[in-house]
């Protein structure tokens, strides 16, 4: 159970991995990461596990709700109630995926399809208050959407979530880089997808986990049978890459450089 903490209302509050072999899937973050992975034994969670590290709990494992979809990372997003959260989702232009469903006593989720195509979850928390352990080497990094339609995505968040944008432009040739912010602080990032990404790749968030060392940590998991993506680079935060899981999940890893 991820630890008690105060509210963070629209905030990204935790994230897991929907797998089409989620052993294997938690014996590759376990090696990568250090994480120590257990699934729950009570039958209603459906194989459901809690990855953490140094005790603290930093994400879930489980299998595919559905054979057709694909093995990816979800981030959630708190909030006070989900079924609100989904009549806002369907008038901003959204699409409620799975309605609002209880999990147990640990709270309520459900997912929401962005009218750019991208899937963003909630969770309103029960006993699971929820809560990301980040900054940390090996935890929740960053969260990033690359959309086809970007403006219509940001609307879309800015009516449903409350959430206000950034801009900084990225140099010669490339779109501007828009931030999500809450509050005033920065929360998740945003971007055009680049042309070049073949057509039938379609918008979506993406995870990246805070490293020591990005260049050793991309090494291995690549030694590991992940499969690059974008090879480390620099930018203007620090050192990024990004990867394909064994499994197809696609995910980065980020070492930042903190003032």
């Given amino acids: 159970m991820a630890e008690t903490m105060a509210p963070a209302v629209h905030k990204p509050i935790w994230i897991d991995l929907a797998s089409s072999d989620p052993a294997a899937s938690s014996d590759f973050y376990a090696k990568l990461f250090g994480w120590q992975v257990e699934v729950s034994p009570d039958p209603q969670y459906g194989g459901y596990a809690m990855a953490t590290i140094a005790g603290k709990d930093v994400a879930g494992i489980g299998p595919k709700m559905m054979p057709e979809a694909p093995t990816a990372w979800s981030i959630y997003i708190w ?58 080497p090996s935890s929740y990094g960053w969260s990033e959407l690359n959309s086809r339609g970007l403006d219509k995505a940001v609307g879309f968040y800015e009516t449903v979530f409350g959430w206000a944008t950034r ?28 042309p070049m990404v073949p057509a039938e790749v379609p918008s979506y968030w993406m995870v990246y986990f805070e490293v020591g060392e990005v260049d050793a940590s991309f090494k291995k998991a690549i030694d590991g049978g992940a499969r690059e993506m974008v090879a480390p680079r620099d930018f203007p935060g620090g050192r990024f890459a990004i990867l394909g899981d064994p499994q197809g999940a696609v995910f980065g890893l980020l070492k930042t450089t903190r003032p």
């Fill in 167 to 194: 801009t900084s432009p990225m140099g010669d040739g490339q779109p501007p880089y828009t931030e999500f912010l809450a509050g005033g602080v920065s929360i998740a990032g945003a971007m055009e997808m680049n």
């Fill in 79 to 136: 909030t006070p109630d989900a079924e609100e959260l989904a009549k806002k989702v369907q008038a901003a232009g959204g699409k409620v995926i799975a309605p609002p469903m209880q999990v147990g006593e640990q709270g309520k989720m459900a997912v929401f399809q962005d009218p750019s195509g991208a899937y963003i979850s909630a969770w309103q928390p029960g006993l699971m208050a929820g809560g990301l352990t980040d900054g940390r």
